[in-house]
């Protein structure tokens, strides 16, 4: 996935959230807790191993945008480290919808347009008696000068301790700055792990839903069909979003996934392409007889339809007679969308299974 405008990074970000952590990935970073991820060797936590032989540079800086502040710029992937926030200061309170009163602290980041990035943050597990809740969000440097009053598609997925995950496409080569902040108040010290993802290299890492497996599509999605209608978890944001084949000869498909179960508000995300103009979609949940959702409790969420871009076409809606979440819409373009289901809030106390029928009308 090559993708290179504003809009682009827009949508990547503001629901490239986390997503569920498997034993596997969370495995990886327990393991590497306390040791730099340079690639010349151990040094002391918070400290930068650096490819470049720099010595002891920090990762985080205080202020984003400092130019008297010595620090790393990161280019690529660099595996768990340790950044400490305590003796930083409240920089940005708010962004986005999310309250963030924690300290702020900056990772700079230089990217080259359309390179796809993911963060995963979490609060160090060997610092005891922690109470943060980390918070994410992205600034870019213009040229010298970095204003956090332009923070952007903060990332709180996820209630209390949990992980949270950034993603994003770079819409543009420069710098960007990683606010890493908390919705407690304080500092805190937390694991970061940075994954430049590099797609077609036949390895899948963190951040990629998979690379070069037969089920596999060239912009590393797992691809869903007929004969393979069930979700596949990681796949709750673009980067990571399921591929849907609608069949040519039916122009519908049913999916089947769950959803909640946890605290943090992962959406489910299906890719799917439209190839007429003019054409209509509609999408239902279903009932486990194969008939259209009767009730409301059915569905727990909301389904929204959003442009490659990242704009919101549709939804939500719901039936005006069930209160089921519906999708109806009509003259798209010919052209790439997302169906979201996604819930404002975890869904704790259940995982929500269901089936979703995408159903296009060409013209
Ligand atoms: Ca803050
Ligand atoms: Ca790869
Ligand atoms: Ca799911």
New binding site residues.
């Given amino acids: 996935m090559r993708l290179a405008s504003i809009p682009t990074l827009a949508i990547a970000l503001a629901l490239g959230g986390c997503f569920v952590v498997t034993p596997g990935h969370r495995d990886d970073v327990l393991n590497n807790t306390g040791t730099d991820a340079g690639t010349d060797g151990a040094v002391p936590p918070g400290t930068d191993a650096g490819v470049d032989g720099g010595g002891s540079t920090n990762l985080l800086v205080d202020s984003c945008g400092d130019s008297s502040a010595t620090y790393e710029i990161l280019r690529d992937s660099r595996s768990p480290f340790i950044v400490d926030t305590t003796s930083l200061v409240n920089r940005v309170s708010t962004c986005g919808t999310g309250a963030s009163p924690g300290n702020d602290g900056f990772l700079a980041v230089e990217v080259t347009a359309g390179d796809l990035w993911h963060f995963h943050v979490i609060p160090d597990p060997a610092t005891p008696g922690q109470d943060r809740d980390p918070f994410l969000y992205l600034v870019l440097a213009s040229g010298s000068s970095c204003d956090t009053r332009a923070c952007q598609h903060s990332s709180n997925s996820c209630l209390g301790g949990g992980d949270e995950h950034f993603a994003f496409v770079a819409p543009e080569d420069g710098i960007w700055y990683l606010g890493i902040d908390d919705a407690n108040p304080g500092g805190g010290v937390y694991q970061i792990e940075a994954i430049r993802?590099?797609?077609g290299?036949g390895?899948?890492?963190h951040g990629?839903a998979c690379?070069g497996s037969a089920t596999c599509s060239s912009s590393?999605q797992e691809i869903l069909s007929e004969t393979r209608p069930n979700e596949v978890e990681a796949n709750d944001n673009p980067i990571e979003a399921n591929f849907v084949e609608i069949p040519s000869a039916t122009n519908e498909i049913t999916l089947s996934g769950n959803i909640g179960g946890g605290t943090c508000t992962y959406p489910d995300v299906f890719d799917f392409r439209i190839g007429d103009d003019n054409s209509a979609l509609t999408v239902d949940i279903l009932k486990s007889d194969g008939t259209v959702c009767d009730n409301a409790s059915l569905t727990p969420f909301n389904i929204i339809l959003r442009s490659s871009a990242g704009e919101t076409r549709a939804g939500p809606m719901t039936d005006p007679v069930t209160g089921c979440a519906q999708l109806r819409v009509t003259g798209l373009s010919a052209a790439a969308y997302y169906v979201y289901l996604e819930h404002d809030a975890p869904i704790e106390d259940r995982i929500v299974p269901y089936q979703v029928r995408l159903r296009v009308t060409p013209p």
């Fill in positions: 993802l590099q797609c290299d390895m899948k890492v990629e690379d590393c």
